[in-house]
T-cell receptor, first 112, second 115 residues
């Protein structure tokens, strides 16, 4: 499985944008880039995913580098509720059965 | 109904006990998953069911026995567990298996303590 590298932790202030980086230099052409987050005492929650183009949804934006070796999850205005562990995961194309392999993730702290 | 439910929320069991964890979804999803999460660690995949058939077993010890009686229900039967099996057990579902673009919906988990 292709691996991802994320910073252990990041901090932000409320109402400010947050850019969470992820490196995946061994990504293959059919790997999708998924982001999940896990709030304290809850199960993981899907955030966004993409393949090649940048993606936007109601929760966040995903910016994918042209060579696909890195990506950035963008929270446009952080709230206290966004404090969580954020996981960047590569999901192999083909018969992967949706096998999510979680790395250590980035712990995001949001200050009031 | 867009949620995955898990029961019980908490479970304490002895090493000789037999217990079961239950997971349910009514979103019509055809793939269901069990994950194990130790404290301060990321979730680790245990099993994947696709169309009620076991598709992936991540070399999980036989003291964990999954069962998928129908497309909405997933059980995890526990027998002769060890204290190191204490963890949060998470269930998830997704619309299709064999897909790399479907999101997975997770339940809140069952917190298991083995004495």
């Amino acid at each position: 499985d292709a691996k991802t590298t994320q910073p252990n932790s990041m901090e932000s202030n409320e109402e400010e944008p947050v850019h969470l980086p992820c490196n995946h230099s061994t990504i293959s052409g059919t790997d999708y880039i998924h982001w999940y987050r896990q709030l304290p005492s809850q199960g993981p929650e899907y955030v966004i995913h993409g393949l090649t183009s940048n993606v936007n949804n109601r929760m966040a934006s995903l910016a994918i580098a042209e060579d696909r070796k890195s990506s950035t999850l963008i929270l446009h205005r952080a709230t206290l509720r966004d404090a969580a562990v954020y996981y960047c995961i590569l999901l192999a194309g083909g018969t992967s059965y949706g096998k999510l392999t979680f790395g250590q993730g980035t712990i995001l702290t949001v200050h009031p | 109904d867009t949620e995955v439910t898990q029961t019980p929320k908490h479970l304490v069991m002895g090493m000789t006990n037999k217990k079961s964890l239950k997971c349910e979804q009514h979103m019509g999803h055809r793939a269901m998953y069990w994950y194990k999460q130790k404290a301060k660690k990321p979730p680790e995949l245990m099993f994947v069911y696709s169309y009620e058939k076991l598709s992936i077993n991540e070399s999980v010890p036989s003291r964990f026995s999954p069962e998928c009686p129908n497309s909405s229900l997933l059980n995890l039967h526990l027998h002769a567990l060890q204290p190191e099996d204490s963890a949060l057990y998470l269930c998830a579902s997704s619309p299709l298996a064999g897909s790399s673009y479907n999101e997975q919906f997770f339940g809140p988990g069952t917190r298991l303590t083995v004495l």
